[in-house]
């Protein structure tokens, strides 16, 4: 037979693809399990032939499983890891001894049966390896071992399946073979008698080779076949010594997207010479990957970035938020999540509930504020805090809760400020002049540097001054407070206006523009007082039943999301149904047109008593002594100065605004009273 007729056959050599679940697995296992013990791993990998890109063999967490199943359309891989405890004794290695060790187990599976029960044994690997778990750096090379036989000559030309006549017969019986079966088969063809079978391997019959093809999952998308026909040659030929110097029919499976195998190759080989690989001290071997290089070498691989658990934190916590975007919420963008910088008013039940939810969206930049003491009475209605943390005695709320915020996710940017939060009616007195002028110049400075303000202090006064300076900094402010059995969320009106605010008229509703609605205190007629003084201990301490809390800043958080998510953010306009009732009032509700992730309204009231919520919209009051024009006016022309005129007396703001007239007025004038739900503050104690 001419050259031209008869060529050496070539493999495609297999390509390693490693996962960093792999090294991220390897870390945890020597650091928990293996400790000083070198002692080799049993491991697996996988590989597919369909839609096959190079030749790759994967490995990830999962192979250290004992029983680890492989990926849909894939086939597995008995593996080995010698993971070494110093870079010396990597180096130092006898790797040609270690190679024949690994080659001569193969053999072995050859010769005794076991690849015939269990083909899978004929993609065998090994992995040696060097774990520089300091520096998150893993030194590796893999090797698949294979015995060096006599060369297998190819005969005629490479066929394609889709070429062969009676091709549909083929398909047929190959169909008919479980896909877990087909990494090693024999297709038995009889075009005579019009038999078409696959047929597993161990049903080999040596006399029928002429009607056999020799198939195999092929995950090569070269010319050349995948390197694990050369160890199933090698079998066949050892189980069936008469097969030397007999013509031999390979058939590679390669499927395409579709799951078709029109485009699988048949090789027809010959080898010459006989070999028997019985005799192992005189087998030699080889199979060492070459590097990136292309030189006989190890691999590095450098995981700092995503092995750091701090980065690892990161990564866990972003994929549910990035999940959300496969299919659910395709336009969520994370990453105005991740860059708002969130400042929390209180650090009490309400602020440690808030502060967790914003961990869980992916917030990053969280500040408390609170004078608080963690006490014995807060571990266990505040999440953030532990009893150890009530025993020192000295634990501050504010910053222990932006310590253990740390704690949950290393990534996060927090901090906490201890200071006392000045309030309208309670007078400040000449020693402490000094101090309150120090902590407003920090809350100022906090307030600027911030993107949302929420407000979850224990106390009605104690919102006014963070109103007054999300208004005058046009930030956007969250409000959430606690009554025993209901609570009311809302988000303050915007004072930025860009051009008028986009609304939609809908029958059936009412519309009110982000920039005009209103804050918390546009529904109060009365400037806010001293709500502790003459108060026994249950009208001090906010008595809530114990998922209010949680429900309050759950909403508190989704709200300011669902804000950040709409194209008008805190301009977004609120609607609500006009008196109307029964059907016709679900139906106008139903018209509520939709942001990003659903409705935006105004605020949310609810009462657990019967488990509903309504969500009334409200207008700025033009007289409101927190938002109101001659309110900011007066703060920024005069500063602390204005500031310490409402701190010595609430009526001063009365007085300001001009609300002190509506005293006078009948209170039936009020649309919406709020001790018809018997709103309270937040607990802080």
């Given at each position: 037979?001419?050259?031209e007729?008869?060529?050496?056959?070539?493999f495609?050599?297999?390509e390693?693809?490693v996962?960093p679940?792999f090294?991220?697995?390897l870390?945890?296992?020597?650091?928990d399990?293996?400790?000083?013990?070198?002692?080799?791993?049993?491991?697996?990998?996988?590989?597919?032939?369909?839609?096959?890109?190079?030749?790759l063999?994967e490995v990830?967490?999962?192979?250290?499983?004992?029983?680890?199943?492989?990926?849909?359309?894939?086939?597995?891989?008995?593996?080995?890891?010698?993971n070494k405890?110093?870079?010396?004794?990597?180096?130092?290695?006898d790797k040609?001894?270690?190679?024949a060790?690994?080659?001569?187990?193969?053999?072995?599976?050859?010769?005794n049966?076991?690849?015939?029960?269990?083909?899978?044994?004929?993609?065998?690997?090994?992995?040696?390896?060097?774990?520089d778990?300091k520096?998150?750096?893993?030194?590796?090379?893999?090797?698949?071992?294979?015995?060096?036989?006599?060369?297998?000559?190819?005969?005629?030309?490479?066929?394609?399946?889709?070429?062969?006549p009676?091709?549909?017969?083929?398909?047929?019986?190959l169909?008919?073979?479980?896909?877990?079966s087909?990494?090693?088969?024999?297709?038995?063809?009889?075009?005579e008698?019009?038999?078409?079978?696959a047929?597993?391997?161990?049903?080999?019959?040596?006399e029928?080779?002429?009607?056999?093809y020799?198939?195999?999952?092929?995950?090569s998308?070269y010319?050349?076949p995948?390197?694990?026909?050369?160890?199933?040659?090698?079998?066949?030929?050892?189980?069936?010594?008469?097969?030397?110097?007999?013509?031999?029919?390979?058939?590679?499976?390669?499927?395409?997207?579709?799951?078709?195998?029109?485009d699988?190759?048949?090789w027809?080989?010959i080898?010459t010479?006989?070999?028997?690989?019985?005799?192992?001290?005189?087998?030699?071997?080889?199979?060492?990957?070459?590097n990136?290089?292309?030189?006989?070498?190890?691999?590095i691989?450098?995981?700092?970035d995503?092995?750091?658990?701090?980065k690892?934190?990161?990564?866990s916590?972003?994929l549910?938020?990035?999940?959300?975007?496969?299919?659910?919420?395709?336009?969520?963008?994370?990453e105005?999540?991740?860059?708002?910088?969130?400042?929390?008013?209180?650090?009490g039940?309400?602020?440690?509930a808030?502060?967790?939810?914003?961990?869980?969206?992916?917030?990053?930049?969280?500040?408390?504020?609170d004078?608080?003491?963690v006490g014995?009475?807060?571990?266990?209605?505040?999440?953030l805090?532990?009893?150890?943390?009530?025993?020192?005695?000295?634990k501050?709320?504010?910053?222990t809760?932006?310590?253990?915020?740390?704690?949950?996710?290393?990534?996060?940017?927090?901090?906490?400020?201890?200071?006392?939060?000045?309030?309208?009616?309670?007078?400040?007195?000449?020693?402490?002049v000094?101090?309150?002028?120090?902590?407003?110049?920090?809350?100022e400075q906090?307030?600027?540097?911030h993107d949302v303000?929420?407000?979850l202090?224990?106390?009605?006064?104690?919102?006014?001054?963070?109103?007054?300076l999300?208004?005058?900094?046009?930030?956007?402010?969250?409000?959430?407070?606690?009554?025993?059995?209901?609570?009311?969320?809302?988000?303050?009106g915007?004072t930025r206006?860009e051009?008028?605010?986009?609304?939609?008229e809908?029958e059936?509703?009412?519309?009110?523009?982000?920039?005009?609605?209103?804050?918390?205190?546009?529904?109060?007629?009365?400037?806010?007082g001293?709500s502790?003084?003459?108060?026994t201990?249950?009208?001090?301490?906010?008595?809530?039943r114990?998922?209010?809390?949680?429900?309050?800043?759950?909403?508190?958080?989704?709200l300011?999301?669902?804000l950040?998510q709409?194209?008008?953010?805190?301009?977004?306009?609120?609607?609500?149904?006009?008196?109307?009732?029964?059907?016709a009032?679900?139906?106008?509700?139903?018209?509520?047109?939709?942001?990003l992730?659903?409705?935006?309204?105004?605020s949310i009231?609810?009462?657990l008593?019967?488990y509903?919520?309504?969500?009334?919209?409200?207008?700025?009051f033009?007289q409101?002594?927190?938002?109101s024009?001659?309110?900011?006016?007066?703060?920024?022309?005069?500063?602390h100065?204005f500031l310490?005129?409402?701190?010595?007396?609430?009526?001063?703001l009365?007085?300001?605004?001009?609300?002190s007239?509506f005293?006078?007025?009948?209170?039936?004038?009020i649309?919406?009273?709020?001790?018809?739900?018997?709103?309270?503050?937040?607990?802080?104690?």
């Amino acid at each position: 037979m001419s050259s031209e007729q008869e060529m050496i056959l070539q493999f495609a050599p297999w390509e390693s693809f490693v996962s960093p679940t792999f090294w991220h697995k390897l870390a945890e296992l020597k650091l928990d399990h293996d400790r000083l013990s070198d002692a080799k791993r049993s491991i697996t990998g996988h590989y597919t032939n369909r839609n096959a890109s190079g030749c790759l063999l994967e490995v990830d967490y999962t192979a250290y499983n004992r029983s680890s199943q492989p990926p849909k359309f894939s086939h597995s891989a008995s593996g080995t890891i010698y993971n070494k405890n110093t870079i010396e004794e990597f180096k130092a290695l006898d790797k040609v001894q270690l190679l024949a060790e690994e080659g001569k187990k193969l053999l072995a599976d050859m010769c005794n049966g076991r690849v015939l029960a269990d083909p899978s044994l004929l993609t065998r690997f090994f992995v040696l390896s060097f774990a520089d778990l300091k520096c998150h750096s893993y030194y590796y090379w893999f090797a698949f071992p294979c015995p060096l036989t006599p060369t297998l000559k190819l005969q005629g030309v490479v066929q394609k399946l889709r070429d062969l006549p009676n091709v549909n017969k083929y398909v047929e019986a190959l169909n008919n073979l479980p896909s877990e079966s087909q990494n090693f088969f024999i297709l038995y063809a009889n075009a005579e008698q019009q038999v078409y079978e696959a047929r597993r391997l161990s049903s080999l019959v040596e006399e029928e080779v002429e009607h056999y093809y020799f198939c195999f999952a092929d995950p090569s998308e070269y010319e050349h076949p995948a390197w694990l026909m050369r160890n199933y040659a090698a079998f066949l030929l050892q189980q069936c010594p008469s097969y030397v110097g007999k013509t031999l029919r390979f058939l590679g499976l390669r499927y395409n997207q579709q799951m078709q195998v029109d485009d699988s190759r048949i090789w027809q080989v010959i080898q010459t010479e006989a070999f028997d690989l019985t005799q192992f001290g005189d087998v030699k071997y080889v199979g060492w990957e070459l590097n990136k290089n292309a030189k006989m070498g190890p691999r590095i691989a450098q995981m700092k970035d995503s092995m750091d658990p701090a980065k690892l934190a990161e990564n866990s916590v972003n994929l549910n938020l990035k999940l959300m975007k496969w299919r659910l919420v395709p336009d969520l963008n994370l990453e105005v999540i991740a860059k708002t910088k969130c400042l929390l008013f209180g650090a009490g039940t309400l602020g440690c509930a808030v502060a967790r939810n914003l961990l869980s969206w992916g917030f990053k930049h969280i500040t408390l504020l609170d004078n608080g003491k963690v006490g014995f009475s807060n571990p266990v209605r505040q999440n953030l805090y532990t009893h150890a943390d009530a025993v020192a005695g000295n634990k501050m709320k504010a910053t222990t809760a932006a310590l253990r915020l740390r704690e949950i996710n290393p990534s996060a940017e927090t901090a906490g400020h201890v200071l006392e939060i000045p309030m309208p009616g309670h007078t400040i007195g000449e020693s402490l002049v000094a101090q309150t002028e120090e902590h407003l110049l920090v809350i100022e400075q906090q307030v600027r540097d911030h993107d949302v303000i929420f407000l979850l202090t224990d106390s009605r006064e104690s919102r006014w001054l963070p109103t007054l300076l999300g208004a005058a900094n046009q930030k956007v402010v969250i409000n959430a407070a606690l009554g025993f059995d209901s609570y009311l969320v809302m988000r303050h009106g915007s004072t930025r206006d860009e051009g008028g605010d986009a609304r939609e008229e809908i029958e059936g509703l009412k519309c009110i523009g982000g920039s005009q609605l209103g804050c918390y205190f546009c529904n109060d007629v009365t400037a806010p007082g001293n709500s502790l003084k003459d108060r026994t201990l249950d009208q001090q301490c906010t008595v809530t039943r114990p998922g209010v809390s949680n429900i309050a800043a759950s909403y508190a958080v989704e709200l300011l999301v669902a804000l950040l998510q709409h194209p008008l953010r805190e301009l977004a306009p609120a609607y609500y149904a006009q008196s109307v009732r029964g059907k016709a009032e679900e139906e106008a509700t139903g018209k509520v047109p939709e942001g990003l992730l659903g409705i935006l309204p105004h605020s949310i009231r609810g009462m657990l008593c019967n488990y509903e919520n309504i969500l009334p919209a409200t207008q700025k009051f033009a007289q409101c002594i927190a938002c109101s024009s001659p309110v900011l006016e007066a703060y920024r022309k005069e500063g602390h100065t204005f500031l310490f005129k409402t701190f010595e007396t609430a009526k001063y703001l009365e007085d300001l605004t001009g609300i002190s007239e509506f005293k006078r007025l009948n209170s039936e004038i009020i649309d919406f009273d709020d001790e018809e739900f018997d709103m309270s503050e937040e607990d802080e104690d």
